[in-house]
Structures are given as structure tokens and as C-alpha cells.
């Protein structure tokens, strides 16, 4: 059983930075696209980021392009979310996600992922 778990959520000021950690067990990511999607209140999660499994590709929300950068680490089983310039609208859950299909793509990634239970990231302006 695939757990997810994700660490490096908080509070910053407005144009600060933060990175999102997701260790992941159960399941070895070489093989598996991994992203993070991002929840407020009342609005449907949202697909910030994706990158494949080689790490060769990556996609970013357009509102993230230029400030977010995704990273994993395979020996680790780990991914990462660096948020920097970080705005009042980037305040959410922030989740991390792991493809069950090997060497899927961003095309539907969205429904086909496991979920790590979330970690808040609110930044005050």
C-alpha cells in the first residue's frame, strides 16, 4: 500500500519561499510520475505541478510558472515543491500525488493518482 506523505508546510509573508517534501513508501517512484495539486475551500483541487518519472518533463499551472520548481529524488523516493515569490493566492492545501500508471503523463494524471494527506501552506500578505 502506497503511503504519501508530505512535510514543509506554512506560514510566510508574502514574497517568501517554502519547500514541500512527499516521501513516498510502499511503492518505488522511479517508475511513476509524481505532482502536487493544491485545495482551497470550496474550489476543485487544482494540478500545480507534474514530472515524469525520468524527470525529463515537467508542466506548472500558469499562474506558478516562474516560481515554482518541481524536483524529485528517486534514491530517495522523494519529491519536491520549491515555492518561491510566494503570493496570498498560493494559500491552500497543498497535496502530493503519485501516478499509479508507469511512466504516465500529465494527460490524466489527475485521475489516476494516489494522495498524500495534504500539508497547508498560507502566506499573509
Known amino acids: 500500500q502506497v503511503q504519501l506523505v508530505e512535510s514543509g508546510g506554512g506560514l510566510v509573508q508574502a514574497g517568501g519561499s517554502l519547500r514541500l517534501s512527499c516521501a513516498a513508501s510502499?511503492?518505488?517512484?522511479?517508475?511513476?510520475?509524481m505532482g502536487w495539486f493544491r485545495q482551497v475551500p470550496g474550489k476543485e483541487r487544482e494540478l500545480v505541478s507534474v514530472?515524469?518519472?525520468?524527470?525529463?518533463?515537467?508542466y506548472y499551472v500558469n499562474s506558478v510558472k516562474g516560481r515554482f520548481a518541481i524536483s524529485r529524488d528517486n534514491d530517495k523516493n522523494t519529491v519536491y515543491l520549491q515555492m518561491n515569490s510566494l503570493k496570498p493566492e498560493d494559500t491552500a492545501v497543498y497535496y502530493c500525488a503519485l501516478d499509479r500508471r508507469t511512466f504516465g503523463t500529465v494527460i490524466g494524471f489527475r485521475n489516476n493518482v494516489d494522495w498524500g494527506q495534504g500539508t497547508q501552506v498560507t502566506v499573509s500578505s
Open positions: 510502499g511503492r518505488t517512484i522511479s517508475r511513476y510520475a
Open positions: 514530472m515524469s518519472s525520468s524527470g525529463d518533463y515537467t
